[in-house]
């Protein structure tokens, strides 16, 4: 079974910064995109940045200048270093790829999510 666990999520005062992880395991073909959403309390769940194996990537403009993702093909792990955090940020960040088993057959995955809180 695939499988993404998130890390690195936790209380931090605004303008701190955070570091989240996310590692992909279980039958893998190939990872595709990977990334990172959010979802606060009463707000749908919004992208915050993906990137392609050949690293093509997809943000929110709003996070530009402060959130960068990275990811690591060897481990299948994504990044997001977060930095000049503020409170609208506080949300649940959800680990999300797009994984196949074969050749074929893509499917999406997600994380539990890690809390990210972040005090004014």
């Known amino acids: 079974q695939v499988q993404l666990v998130e890390s690195g999520g936790g209380l931090v005062q605004a303008g701190g910064s955070l570091r989240l992880s996310c590692a992909v395991s279980?039958?893998?073909?190939?990872?595709?995109?990977m990334g990172w959403y959010r979802q606060a309390p009463g707000k749908q769940r919004e992208l915050v940045a993906t990137?392609?194996?050949?690293?093509?990537?997809v943000s929110g403009d709003s996070l530009k200048g402060r959130f960068t993702i990275s990811r690591d093909n060897a481990t299948n792990t994504v990044y997001l270093q977060m930095s000049s955090l503020k409170p609208e940020d506080t949300a649940v960040y959800y680990c999300?790829?797009?994984?196949?088993?074969?050749?074929?057959?893509?499917?999406?995955?997600w994380g539990q999510g890690t809390q990210v809180t972040v005090s004014s």
């Open positions: 999300n790829a797009d994984i196949s088993s074969t050749s074929y057959a893509w499917s999406q995955y």
């Open positions: 990137m392609t194996t050949g690293g093509n990537t």
């Open positions: 279980g039958s893998i073909y190939r990872v595709n995109s």
